[in-house]
C-alpha cells in the first residue's frame, strides 16, 4: 500500500497552514505546501513565503515556490526572484524549480531579473557548479512566452548564454525569433547539439517560411542527429523533404562515423571520441548514446578507456551494409579488436 499523503483527505486551508508552519515531519510540510497551492487561497501567502525561505528541507522550499506561483499573485515574484538570485538559495533543485514555477506566472517584468540570475548562476556553473539551475531558469524564461522574446533576442545578438538562450526561444516558438534562430541553426562554429536546439525551434514556430533554406542545409551536413532534426522541422512547416539530399547527407554521416570509429584508440578522452565520431548528444557525461540510421551503439569513455566493443561491432557491420563495401571495415574491425578487448582483459 501506498503511504497516506495529506492529499488523500479534505484538510481546510488553517489546518494545512498549521501543517506547514509546525510539523515536525518534512513530507507533511510538503504535502500541505502542495495542498495550498491547489487551492490557490490568497490567505497562504505569508506561510508560503516562510517556508520558501527558512524551511530547512529543499523539498518543502521547491513546492512552495510552486505553490506561490500557482497563486496567481504578482507580489510572490519578488520573493521567487530573490530565491533564483546568486544570494538566494543555494540548493539547484529549489533554484530551478522556483524559476519554472515563476516562468509560468508570465509576468513580463520578470525577464530581466532572471536573466541577471541566469548571468549569476552561469558565472557558478563555469567554475564548476551544477547545471540544473541554469536550465531551470532558461526554462522559465521560455515560460514567460512571447513577451520575453526581445530580450532573448538581444542576448543572443551579443553571443550571450547561446545555449540559454536558444533553448527559451525554441519552446516559445515566436516568428520574431525565426531569423536568429535560422542564423544559429547554420553557424558551423556552433556545437552540434546547440544547433539543434534551433532548427527544432524553427519547427515550432507557426507559419516559420526558411523550410527551403533549411533543405538547402541538407547539402553541408553530415550529423545525424541534425539530419533528423532538419527533416521534422521541415515537415512540421508544412514543406516537402529533399529525400536526395537526405540520403546523400546520410551517407556522409555514415562515412564520417566510419572514419570516426577507424581512428580511436584506448586512451583517449571522452571529448577527443565524441569529436571523432560526431552525432553526440552533449553533456550526457561518461555514457554517450549515439543514434544513428545505421544502428544504435553506445562509447563507453571512463578513465581514458573506451569500451564497449561488441556495440561498436555492431554499428560498424551496419554501417557496412548501408555503405555497401565488404572490404572497406576489415581492418577497422581488426583494429578494434586489437586496442580494445586485449586492453580490457588486462584491466
Excluded at 229 to 247: P, R, Y
Amino acid at each position: 500500500m501506498r503511504p497516506t499523503r495529506i492529499r488523500d483527505f479534505k484538510m481546510d486551508v488553517s489546518m494545512l497552514i498549521k501543517t506547514l508552519s509546525t510539523s515536525l515531519n518534512w513530507e507533511a510540510r510538503r504535502d500541505a505546501a502542495e495542498e495550498l497551492g491547489r487551492q490557490k487561497d490568497p490567505v497562504a501567502f505569508d506561510v508560503l513565503v516562510n517556508a520558501l525561505k527558512n524551511d530547512k528541507e529543499f523539498p518543502v522550499r521547491f513546492i512552495a515556490a510552486q505553490a506561490l506561483a500557482a497563486l496567481g499573485l504578482p507580489k510572490a515574484a519578488p520573493f521567487l526572484l530573490e530565491a533564483i538570485g546568486s544570494n538566494g538559495d543555494k540548493n539547484n533543485a529549489v533554484v530551478k524549480y522556483t524559476a519554472i514555477a515563476l516562468g509560468t506566472m508570465q509576468l513580463p517584468e520578470t525577464v530581466e531579473p532572471m536573466l541577471a540570475a541566469l548571468r549569476e548562476r552561469y558565472k557558478s556553473y563555469r567554475q564548476g557548479q551544477d547545471y540544473s539551475a541554469i536550465r531551470g531558469i532558461s526554462e522559465g524564461l521560455g515560460k514567460i512566452g512571447s513577451a520575453a522574446v526581445p530580450q532573448l533576442l538581444e542576448c543572443l545578438e551579443r553571443k550571450e548564454m547561446v545555449e540559454e538562450m536558444l533553448s527559451a526561444l525554441e519552446f516559445i516558438g515566436d516568428p520574431r525569433s525565426e531569423e536568429a534562430l535560422l542564423s544559429a541553426a547554420s553557424d558551423e562554429s556552433l556545437s552540434a547539439y546547440i544547433r539543434r536546439i534551433a532548427i527544432r525551434g524553427l519547427g515550432n514556430i507557426s507559419g516559420a517560411k526558411c523550410g527551403a533554406k533549411l533543405n538547402a542545409m541538407l547539402a553541408e551536413v553530415s550529423d545525424c542527429e541534425l539530419i533528423s532534426d532538419i527533416n521534422k522541422s521541415i515537415e512540421k512547416m508544412g514543406f516537402k523533404v529533399n529525400a536526395t539530399d537526405t540520403e546523400a547527407a546520410k551517407r556522409r554521416a555514415a562515412e564520417k562515423l566510419l572514419a570516426g570509429l577507424r581512428a580511436i584508440h584506448s586512451g583517449m578522452t571522452e571529448d577527443e571520441a565524441d569529436q571523432l565520431v560526431g552525432g553526440a548528444v552533449f553533456g550526457m557525461g561518461a555514457n554517450q548514446v549515439h543514434h544513428t540510421p545505421f544502428g544504435n551503439f553506445q562509447l563507453l569513455v571512463n578513465n581514458g578507456i573506451v569500451t564497449g566493443t561488441w556495440m561498436i561491432e555492431i554499428v560498424i557491420e551496419n554501417i557496412e551494409k548501408y555503405l555497401g563495401g565488404k572490404n572497406l571495415l576489415s581492418r577497422v574491425l581488426l583494429f578494434l579488436k586489437k586496442s580494445f578487448m586485449c586492453d580490457n582483459r588486462k584491466d
